[in-house]
Every structure is written in structure tokens, then in C-alpha cells.
């Protein structure tokens, strides 16, 4: 009975070196980054309540982001 709490965070760095010095710097580094955020509310019995936040974000010579949110609904028989 209670909230149930989650949060996760993860970014992946890639670089791609010096191959080539004729390539520009945007060209030679990436960032990934992916967080999530949520929140349960369980109780012992009954209906279950969950809000779950989402980002995917990509840097290299674009930004690319991608936003979700969900609501997650249930029932507990008991």
C-alpha cells in the first residue's frame, strides 16, 4: 500500500575519433540520452494509478527528441 516511485537516467557518449581531419568536430561526437520518470499509487486492494514520463534525445550534428507520456490504469482483487 502506497507509491512506488522510478527514475532512470542514461546517456551514452560516442566518439568517432580523428579517421578523417577533413571531417567537421559536429561530425566526430554523439550523445544518446534516455531518462525516465514514474509514479504507482498502489493501494491494497482496488484500482491502481500510474503516471510514467519518458525522453529520448540524440545529439550529433541534429537534435532529434522524442517525448512520451503514458497513463497506466488497474484494479487489484483481493
Known amino acids: 500500500n502506497g507509491l512506488l ?12 575519433g580523428d579517421s578523417d581531419n577533413n571531417v567537421p568536430e559536429e561530425y ?29 534525445r540524440t545529439e550529433f550534428y541534429y537534435d532529434d527528441e522524442n517525448s512520451q507520456f503514458r497513463i497506466n490504469l488497474g484494479y487489484i482483487f483481493m
Not at 516511485?5 to 560516442?14: D, E, M
Open 28 to 56: 566526430k561526437e554523439a550523445t544518446y540520452t534516455q531518462s525516465e520518470f514514474g509514479v504507482l499509487w498502489v493501494p491494497q486492494e482496488g484500482v491502481l494509478l500510474g503516471f510514467y514520463f519518458a525522453t529520448n
Open 5 to 16: 516511485f522510478t527514475a532512470s537516467t542514461t546517456t551514452i557518449q560516442l566518439d568517432f
